[in-house]
């Protein structure tokens, strides 16, 4: 579970395999944070840096996807953002557009990129229908095409009761029986099966796959400069930052304190940190001479590399890469609105991988004052015992083999 070595990118060169004229097209519809835009973005590296000839587009609604590099051969088509309120509804990014029409858009990009691009295969990120049913058509021209249909999901979707009452309301197990010819699980048996106890049938469960969590490792790209901080820090990330005002404020709550704590810390806030959010933490840090911050940092692989230890809410990607670099970690998850992130935190806990803290039991400063003093004592993931955790992209790589040669 240690970090890639710094020649893997050369090995994996010489190792390369010619899959000629493949196309592979993944869609992530990404209402909101860089989870999936970012998991889909380190598929589609893997994917090329392994197969001579294979080409990999992604359909993006992230709005800040031009600010990521992309590898030769891998190419986004970007379709127009919006955003999840808190009551579950959606708003169009650019408000002089209306919703319906936004996604009257989106679904019409969407369909007219998949006929010209025309992919052996279709990898759908999380959303089986697509945002409001965007994929939907897109999905049914492919049922009388060569294009094989993949759905990607994450090691923990939410409380069950709650997904299957969602997906019962969307019909999703339908589409699932109808479309799908395969289901990856983007992780470990061991955090259990996300869609057990949804009501699916027999005929979906068996098309299930677990990966294996995908793997992060330091990209060696050219120009890549990344200031670290001089002295040992703890690396506190919020992801993409727009539910992490709670977490921040409780970190920098133990900082104000003026307890002597065992590091400095680097704040990484977030692109989608609401503008009063970042302007407050900004302010508060820096009256702290032990605090530094960013808004935001394209190379986290880096910065995550080098940090003592790892405070973070526990999403996907964040928790990949703390296993990935073999992080010291605190979690403290959001449970609202889905609980994906408290039942990850507390199955990694079980296994030995990390610690936790519940924001839901209150955010009294002692506490985070004791588990961040602690910190440094706390075990590494490695010393759980679980070796293969992390072989998502080699399963991935091999899967895609199978299907488009």
């Not at 010209?116 to 959303?127: A, C, G, Q, R, T």
């Not at 996907?316 to 408290?342: D, G, H, W």
């Not at 075990?379 to 199978?402: C, F, T, Y």
């Amino acid at each position: 579970m240690a970090n890639i070595d710094p020649i893997h990118e050369k090995r994996n060169s010489r190792n390369q395999e010619r899959l000629d004229n493949a196309n592979v097209l993944i869609y992530s519809h990404d209402s909101f944070g860089l989870g999936h835009l970012r998991r889909c973005r380190e598929i589609a590296h893997s994917l090329v840096e392994r197969y001579k000839g294979l080409r990999v587009l992604i359909l993006s609604g992230s709005p800040i996807i031009g600010s990521f590099d992309f590898r030769a051969r891998v190419d986004f088509v970007r379709i127009p953002s919006v955003v999840k309120l808190r009551n579950g509804d959606y708003t169009s990014l650019n408000k002089h557009i209306d919703i319906q029409q936004t996604l009257s858009i989106r679904s019409t990009i969407i369909s007219n990129t998949a006929k010209v691009f025309s992919p052996d295969l279709f990898i759908v990120d999380k959303e089986p229908l697509g945002l409001r049913g965007e994929v939907k058509e897109t999905l049914e021209n492919f049922r009388s095409s060569k294009t094989r249909v993949v759905l990607g999901l994450r090691d923990i979707m939410d409380d069950p009761k709650a997904l299957k009452a969602e997906w019962s309301r969307r019909n999703v197990g339908a589409a699932l029986d109808r479309y799908y010819d395969e289901i990856w699980v983007y992780g470990h048996e061991l955090m259990g099966n996300p869609l057990l106890g949804v009501g699916l049938s027999d005929k979906t469960m068996a098309r299930l796959k677990f990966t294996g969590y995908i793997m992060r490792h330091v990209p060696n790209t050219v120009g890549a400069v990344t200031m670290l901080p001089k002295k040992p820090f703890f690396l506190v990330t919020a992801g993409g930052g727009g539910d992490g005002h709670q977490m921040i404020d409780w970190v920098l709550r133990a900082y104000e304190s003026g307890e002597n704590l065992p590091c400095d810390a680097l704040v990484v806030l977030g692109p989608f940190m609401p503008l009063s959010s970042r302007n407050e933490f900004v302010q508060r840090i820096s009256f702290l001479e032990n605090v530094s911050v960013r808004t935001f940092s394209a190379d986290m692989e880096h910065l995550m590399e080098a940090a003592s230890a790892v405070v973070c809410m526990g999403g996907y990607n964040t928790f990949c890469e703390v296993m990935s670099f073999n992080k010291k970690a605190l979690l403290i998850p959001r449970s609202r609105p889905r609980k994906e992130q408290l039942i990850r935190a507390v199955k990694a806990k079980e296994l030995g991988l990390l610690q936790f803290l519940d924001e839901d039991r209150g955010c009294e400063t002692d506490e985070m004052i004791d588990a961040l003093n602690n910190l440094p004592s706390a075990g590494h993931p490695a010393d759980a015992g679980i070796n293969d955790m992390l072989h998502g992209l080699d399963s991935i790589n091999q899967w895609v083999q199978d299907i488009v040669s």
